[in-house]
């Protein structure tokens, strides 16, 4: 559960990270949060590798949830566009972070066996 958490974490770190650099191009003061909000995103995504999480799953899930946590919220707080196709596209991200876990757990059972 703890890999998890800190998965969480990596992600929310991240989709700070990435919102801030929006807002410092107006005010450089956010820079600040940037960086923390990256330093932070490494510091969860380690961590989460050391309860045991593989790379591949650890990584695309990371990666896939923050640019659609990203996408999502610059629309509601940047008032940027988010088109149908755009929506679709986050769609097909959650469907592939669910499709890494399902076989990530698939591939975890048949060591198990082995």
């Known amino acids: 559960m703890k890999k998890w958490l800190f998965l969480v974490?990596?992600?929310?770190?991240?989709?700070?990270g990435s919102?801030?650099?929006k807002a410092a191009l107006d005010h450089p003061a956010w820079y600040v949060?940037?960086?923390?909000?990256f330093?932070?995103?490494?510091?969860?995504?380690?961590?989460?590798?050391r309860q045991g999480m593989t790379l591949g799953v650890a990584y695309g899930i990371w990666?896939?949830?923050?640019?659609?946590?990203t996408a999502v919220l610059?629309?509601?707080?940047?008032?940027?566009a988010l088109t149908p196709v755009m929506l679709a596209g986050i769609a097909l991200i959650i469907l592939g972070v669910l499709t890494i876990?399902?076989?990530?757990?698939?591939?975890?059972k048949k060591r198990e066996a082995l």
């Open 9 to 16: 974490g990596a992600i929310l770190s991240e989709a700070a």
């Open 39 to 49: 330093v932070s995103a490494f510091l969860f995504l380690s961590l989460t590798l």
């Open 63 to 69: 990666g896939a949830s923050g640019v659609a946590l």
């Open 74 to 80: 610059s629309a509601i707080i940047f008032g940027e």
């Open 19 to 21: 919102l801030s650099l």
């Open 101 to 108: 876990e399902l076989g990530s757990q698939r591939a975890a």
């Open 33 to 37: 949060l940037v960086a923390a909000g």
